[in-house]
């Protein structure tokens, strides 16, 4: 009892500790395992023991038998559905490719050049050099996803590494799993037969399970079969079935299976997407920091020593400063990123949960087979993952700033609000070169936009989601845009520091507009227009104007007749190189020059109209 409260506790103080600090929760956690673990056992315990013993020994123990490797699998099951739910087709416009060669090619490359050095460095056989290399395929989201969080990327690169870290930690078990059917298989001619119909039945039953009960999950919520008590609880056990299932038929197809269902669900029309998505978050939590713990604790004293020596250091150089680099260089030719940008998605590449845990279950299963040289599969996995995650955590921030990937002004623009002005806007930005969001807690209107090929999240402004989203990593502007004024002084109270560095604006209330002595700092556009002369211009003249500005006195001449016409909103000025800057209400000092342009929502302007206005001012 003791020994599960204590894995509890310890390791949600770790996780509250890399919170603190904005690293990776994995360091803190494999550091108590294995204070609690190895460390304890050679150092700090009378009796010689572990503080924590993840397998039952005769004496103590957590978990009799492989019951430890059969919760490692089941969490791991959790972990990347949790993950698959948040993949979205529509972030993979412009990186698709890339993501695929990585997860293909890039693999390739990595399966063998680690295997290679694995053989040379330590003497390994093949076989276990690369079961070695599969195992080290793999990409932690867990681990990723808190880097790119504190690190203001464009949007491209944070979406290959989220992309990658979640699609390829299923091929990577399933290379090491055929690896294994090798090592256990006696003849070429065998295994050869093995591994095909082993790859077959993954491949097939994995994405059956996984797109099959995905349909069925989503109709049965739909459809108000399951009440929205026992919602959470029934997704979770239809997880743990679907891994369960697909397992029993193709021997880890599991992985394969939950990352198939959690993208089905996500990308499909779920109506409490969002819950399902809160639930397994805190869940997936609680399970890394469990894991990790487990984990670390289960290596001995005695395998930490046999990586006390020079190769360990020539190995991990080899395989985190050659090969990554080499496979990301190789499965991103030809494509649109920059060489910055490789080199950054070069660098981070921090293994996580499922390197650890397959590592350690294969690793025990060939060593209880007398196979030469298995002692070495857990240790060399784990320090890969601790080394790459204490490099990435520590480094990865200042090494974007040396390539040059780090935004010290983002560009992109959060809406709040999805009403048509809002669409509106957002479409014409995005036609401008300007990454925008929309968000709305109305699914309709999400909907409407996302048809415009505009990214729109379905979220509650009063919900802490927004705030861990590493897709908003390059907003720096904040736009409120709701017909609702506390709402959006709300938002701009609680986002303007995360995603208005660079302005936050809202639209004039009522009361504001009647007043002119009450013109707020934030105000948007102007003081005389607010989120209903917005909507009825729209709804006259739904489109977006340009014209061209001669001088100051011809820009002070266009807004007074705004002031005049309900009918015509100024929105930004543009410059001859297509930047745009946002008009505020407040601001009387706009700079105007040559080659600049009056953008505007409504009517268009009579151009005598405005001439003789110019000319009388």
Do not use: C
């Amino acid at each position: 009892m003791l020994e599960l409260a204590g894995i509890i506790i310890l390791g949600i103080l770790a996780q509250w500790f890399a919170w603190k600090f904005k690293i990776p929760a994995i360091l803190p956690l494999i550091l108590i395992g294995l204070l609690v673990g190895p460390i304890a056992a050679e150092f700090l315990s009378e009796d010689g023991g572990k503080w924590i013993e993840p397998v039952w020994t005769g004496e103590k123990g957590l978990f009799p038998g492989e019951s430890l490797y059969y919760f490692v699998s089941l969490a791991i099951s959790i972990i990347l559905f949790e993950g698959g739910l948040t993949l979205k087709r529509s972030e993979i416009k412009t990186v698709g490719p890339v993501i695929t060669k990585l997860i293909t090619l890039g693999s390739a490359i990595t399966f063998f050049g680690a295997g290679l050095i694995a053989h040379y460095t330590f003497n390994l056989s093949w076989e276990l050099s690369f079961l070695f290399s599969g195992l080290i395929i793999v990409t932690g989201p867990t681990v990723i996803t808190p880097i790119l969080r504190n690190i203001p990327l464009k949007k491209d690169i944070s979406t290959v590494l989220k992309w990658e870290g979640i699609l390829i930690d299923p091929i990577g078990a399933l290379v090491a799993v055929l690896v294994f059917e090798f090592i256990s298989v006696e003849g070429d001619s065998g295994f050869t037969k093995t591994a095909l119909i082993e790859f077959g039945k993954i491949i097939l039953f994995g994405t059956t399970f996984g797109f099959t009960f995905a349909h069925a999950l989503a109709y049965a919520i739909n459809k108000k079969f399951i009440p929205h008590y026992l919602l959470n609880v029934v997704s979770l056990s239809a997880v743990l079935l679907v891994f369960v299932e697909s397992e029993i038929f193709a021997h880890e197809s599991g992985l394969l299976a939950v990352v198939v269902m959690g993208m089905v669900l996500g990308n499909g029309k779920l109506e409490n997407l969002k819950e399902l998505l809160y639930f397994k978050e805190s869940l997936s939590v609680l399970l890394i920091s469990i894991l990790f713990i487990l984990l670390s604790a289960n290596i001995n004293f005695d395998d930490l020593l046999l990586l006390y020596n020079w190769k360990t250091a020539v190995l991990f150089v080899l395989v985190v400063f050659i090969v990554r680099p080499l496979a990301v260089f190789l499965s991103t030719a030809n494509s649109k990123l920059k060489v910055n940008e490789k080199l950054f998605i070069s660098w981070v590449g921090p293994r996580g949960i499922v390197a650890a845990g397959i590592a350690s279950l294969f690793g025990s299963k060939l060593m209880k087979q007398g196979v030469e040289g298995a002692e070495y599969i857990t240790p060399l996995v784990f320090m890969i993952v601790l080394g790459t995650v204490l490099l990435n955590a520590t480094t990865a921030r200042l090494f974007a700033k040396i390539v040059g990937v780090f935004l010290t002004k983002s560009s992109g623009i959060l809406i709040v609000g999805a009403s048509k002005v809002s669409r509106l806007l957002g479409h014409y930005l995005e036609s401008n070169g300007r990454h925008v969001v929309l968000i709305d807690s109305n699914q309709s209107n999400i909907d409407m936009a996302k048809e415009l090929g505009l990214e729109a999240i379905n979220t509650n402004i009063y919900s802490d989601t927004l705030l861990d989203n590493i897709e908003l990593s390059d907003i720096g502007y904040l736009m409120a845009l709701t017909g609702n004024a506390d709402i959006n002084k709300y938002a701009i109270n609680k986002f303007s520091k995360q995603f208005g560095e660079n302005g936050s604006f809202r639209l004039v209330s009522i009361d504001e507009m009647r007043d002119e002595n009450n013109n707020p700092k934030e105000g948007l556009f102007s003081h005389t227009d607010d989120f209903n002369t917005l909507t009825n211009a729209t709804k006259k003249y739904p489109s977006i104007q340009e014209i061209e500005i001669k001088d100051k006195a011809h820009y002070d001449s266009l807004i007074e007749i705004t002031d005049k016409d309900k009918d015509i909103i100024p929105l930004f000025i543009k410059d001859e190189e297509g930047e745009l800057t946002i008009i505020s209400s407040y601001s009387k000092d706009v700079e105007v020059g040559e080659n600049k342009s009056l953008v505007y929502l409504g009517k268009p302007f009579d151009v005598e109209v405005v001439e003789a206005e110019s000319n009388d001012s």
